[in-house]
């Protein structure tokens, strides 16, 4: 008989608090034991001058998916998932996308059928809302909820997925009474329209007028806005893909004033520029996605909002379009930029990015690169302390580091189906070597270890439960504004 199924030994553990070397114990996928000096195993990882971190929780990925344009995404749950584990993830929440028309239990029955015999690691869904109809408000969402699909994205721009205020009122309020958490692509409809159409009727069409078209002033009116509406109503709120200093300002300030706000950014706000999206012929298109990647004053307030606690998470927002008439050209080789597919890839790449250039680079610290890719998102989500920690009763998801490992990116090196990196010719130094999904080796050697279909679905809890609103609104907070809402809320739960 032995003690464990799998013991890592000899490596450095960091958690989102602490730095430890010890041997980490797994029986029967979880982890039982940390200690020095365990034996007893089946198997011995020497993780000996490696770091030993919570596997990454990637909770903005889009696979499987169809765009509102109706573009299916290049990855589906066998190459996305992979792709996401030799990145060093463990736990992917991808996004079921309600269309307008579809009832949402069609919609979760749909997204389940696709990942079921495909995913090779564990996930989630987040909804998307994009018809908040009675029968969604009153019925579906919160039977989902309560089911474990406990957040959902709305979008203030796009014309097929765009929510009213109102709506999204409806929503935080279903939010609040049922304990999920509402996440917002907030930027500004018609500032964007507006602009595109001038742009467009004077033949600028190019794809770096997709910068031009999505201004700054979108992003952080819609994000204020967002922030307002989750403020009348005393509810949570998480803003996605967050990618310029004026909006991380915004986002900041709420948080001063005492508001459960919180805020992702992602790789594409670090790494790229609009100077990306302005290379020859349609090159750029390569690099569209929205909000889209700005300056270089842009990236460095991206940087210290992940250093000083205005972002809480960072995801790749993998929204993966290969270079041809299936993805990014769709509308035909010369597209006008208001018809490309809208997204960039970065699931793979995207926890090796920030541990080379944040980390490696002094950015940030080791315990907030953990925080940031894995323990907050499965905190904020409601995974912890199932995902997201090393600790006894903790599923073993686990990723070994080389810290010293030096890679190229190209795009060969990685296992998404989308033919193009926009990281392509980056050194990177530090590299997730061996990746273990419920003490499953499921990436060791560059070889993958497990099957598509072997992961599971996870149910989720309420996730900031700790800072959940207790109670009516509070009313000493603002009592004008509250007021209202506070009637309303009244008249619709009580
Ligand atoms: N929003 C996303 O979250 N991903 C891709 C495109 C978009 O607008
Ligand atoms: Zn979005
Ligand atoms: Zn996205």
Not at 98 to 122: C, F, N, T, W
Not at 241 to 249: G, W, Y
């Amino acid at each position: 008989m032995t003690d464990f199924d799998l013991i890592i030994s000899q490596g450095t553990i960091a958690t989102a608090s602490d730095i430890f070397k010890a041997d980490v114990g797994i029986k029967d996928g979880r982890i039982t034991a940390i200690a020095e000096g365990l034996d007893g195993a089946v198997r011995i990882i020497d993780a000996d001058g490696k770091f030993v971190l919570p596997g990454g929780v990637e909770a903005h990925c889009h696979i499987e998916q169809e765009s509102g344009m109706g573009i299916m995404a290049a990855d589906d749950y066998k190459s996305g998932s992979i792709s996401a584990v030799f990145g060093g993830n463990t736990t992917i929440i991808p996004f079921a996308a309600q269309h307008r028309g579809q009832s949402l239990r069609e919609v979760i029955e749909l997204y389940h059928d696709r990942a079921a015999p495909k995913a090779v690691i564990d996930y989630a869904f987040h909804l998307i809302i994009s018809d908040a109809n009675e029968q969604v408000l009153g019925q579906e969402l919160p039977a989902l909820i309560k089911a474990g699909y406990t957040s959902f994205k709305v979008f203030l721009t796009y014309p097929l997925l765009k929510l009213e205020d109102r709506d999204v009122l409806n929503i935080l309020a279903i939010a609040r009474e049922n304990g999920a958490l509402t996440m917002v692509h907030a930027e500004n409809d018609d500032i964007i329209r507006w602009l595109s159409d001038r742009l467009m009727a004077n033949g600028n069409v190019a794809p770096k007028y997709h910068a031009m078209s999505h201004a700054r002033i979108a992003e952080s009116e819609a994000s204020n806005r967002a922030i307002q509406l989750a403020r009348l109503l005393d509810t949570p709120l998480l803003i996605v893909h967050v990618s310029s200093e004026e909006a991380a300002k915004v986002i900041r300030r709420a948080q001063d004033d005492g508001l459960k706000v919180f805020a992702e950014t992602c790789p594409q706000y670090l790494f790229l520029t609009a100077d990306d999206i302005d290379k020859d012929g349609m090159e750029g298109a390569k690099f569209c996605c929205s909000p889209p990647p700005r300056n270089a004053a842009d990236q460095e307030a991206m940087w210290r909002g992940l250093s000083n606690g205005t972002f809480q998470v960072f995801h790749s927002d993998h929204a993966p379009y290969r270079f041809d008439e299936t993805g990014k050209l769709n509308a035909g080789p010369n597209a006008p930029f208001k018809k490309l597919a809208n997204g960039v890839p970065g699931i793979e790449l995207r926890m090796p990015l920030l541990f080379s250039e944040g980390v490696g680079k002094g950015r940030i610290s080791l315990n907030e690169f953990v925080a940031l890719t894995s323990t907050n998102a499965a905190k904020i989500y409601g995974l912890h302390p199932r995902k997201g920690t090393i600790a006894v009763g903790s599923d073993a998801d686990i990723a070994v580091w080389n810290p010293d490992r030096e890679i190229t990116v190209t795009h060969d090196i990685l296992h998404d189906n989308v033919g193009y990196t926009p990281y392509e010719g980056m050194l990177l130094k530090g590299w997730p070597e061996k990746v273990i999904s419920r003490g499953r080796v499921a990436v060791e050697d560059g070889k993958l270890g497990v099957e598509p279909g072997s992961g599971n679905f996870l149910e989720r809890s309420p996730g900031y439960d700790f800072i959940r609103p207790k109670g009516d609104l509070p009313l000493e907070i603002d009592p004008e504004h509250n007021f209202g809402a506070k009637i309303l809320l009244d008249d619709r739960f009580s």
